[in-house]
C-alpha cells in the first residue's frame, strides 16, 4: 500500500508543480498589489497577469514592404537633389567683397554711400566730379535744355549750388528775390510764340491819364 501510495504521488507530481506556480504567483500578485503605490498598479497586474514558468512573447517586428522601401529611396534622392541645387546656385553667386564707403557730391555737399565701381562710373561720366543721383539729374537737364556739353552743364550747377550755399543759406529772403528777378529777367528774353502773339496786339502810343488829369484841373479852376 505504501508502495501504491508513492506512486500516485510520483504520477501527480507535474499537477502538483503547476499548482503550485500558480500558488506562488497569486501570492506576488496580492504582495505587489498591496506594496505598490497608486501609479504602479498597472504594473502589478501586468506581472500578475504573465504566469511564471512561462517566457514573455516579444512582438515581432514590422515588415516593411518593397513599395514603402521604393517609395523612402525616392524621398531621399529628391530631397539630396534639392540640397545640390541650392548649395550649386550659391556657389555660382558672386562674393559680396565691394566695400561701401561715403561719397560726398562736389556741387551740393550731400553724402552717399557708394561703392568704389559706381563712384568710378560716375567720375568718368561727369568729368572726374562725383555729383549725387539730384545733381546728375539737374546736370543732364541743364544740358539739354541750354543744349551745351556735360562739362559747361555741370559747371552752371556747381555755380548755382556755391552760390546757393554762400547766400541763400545765410539770407533766404535775399536768394528768393534774386531767383524772382531771373525769373523775370528769363521772361522777357522769352521766345514762345504766345509772347510773340501778345506783342502783335494793339499797343498805346501815349497814356491817357494826362489829358484826364488836365481836363479835372480845368474844371476845378472854373
Known amino acids: 500500500s505504501s508502495l501504491a501510495a508513492r506512486r500516485q504521488l510520483l504520477d501527480n507530481q ?3 508543480s503547476t499548482v503550485s506556480l500558480r500558488l506562488v ?5 496580492s504582495l505587489a498589489r498591496s506594496m505598490a503605490p497608486n501609479g504602479d498598479a498597472a504594473v502589478a497586474a501586468a506581472a500578475e497577469a504573465v504566469p511564471m514558468g512561462r517566457p514573455r512573447q516579444q512582438p515581432k517586428p514590422r515588415r516593411i514592404s518593397m513599395e514603402g522601401l521604393q517609395r523612402a529611396m525616392s524621398d531621399l534622392a529628391l530631397e539630396f537633389t534639392k540640397k545640390a541645387a541650392v548649395l550649386d546656385a550659391a556657389a555660382r553667386l558672386p562674393a559680396v567683397s565691394e566695400q561701401v564707403d561715403d561719397a560726398r557730391c562736389e556741387c551740393c555737399g550731400m553724402t552717399e554711400e557708394c561703392s568704389a565701381e559706381y563712384v568710378r562710373r560716375v567720375r568718368e ?3 572726374g566730379q562725383w555729383v549725387c543721383g539730384l545733381c546728375a539729374a539737374a546736370v543732364t537737364d541743364e544740358a539739354d535744355r541750354s543744349r551745351s556739353t556735360t562739362e559747361e552743364a555741370l559747371a552752371a550747377h556747381i555755380a548755382v549750388c556755391g552760390r546757393f550755399n554762400r547766400l541763400g543759406r545765410a539770407n533766404p529772403v535775399l536768394m528768393q528775390t534774386e ?3 531771373e525769373i523775370f529777367r528769363k521772361r ?6 504766345r509772347d510773340s502773339a501778345r506783342a502783335g496786339g494793339l499797343s498805346r502810343s501815349s497814356s491817357c491819364m494826362s489829358a484826364i488829369t488836365k481836363d479835372l484841373n480845368c474844371a476845378m479852376k472854373k
Open 14 to 16: 507535474p499537477e502538483l
Open 25 to 29: 504567483s497569486c501570492i506576488k500578485g
Open 125 to 127: 561720366r561727369y568729368c
Open 179 to 181: 531767383a524772382m528777378r
Open 188 to 193: 522777357g528774353k522769352s521766345n514762345s510764340p
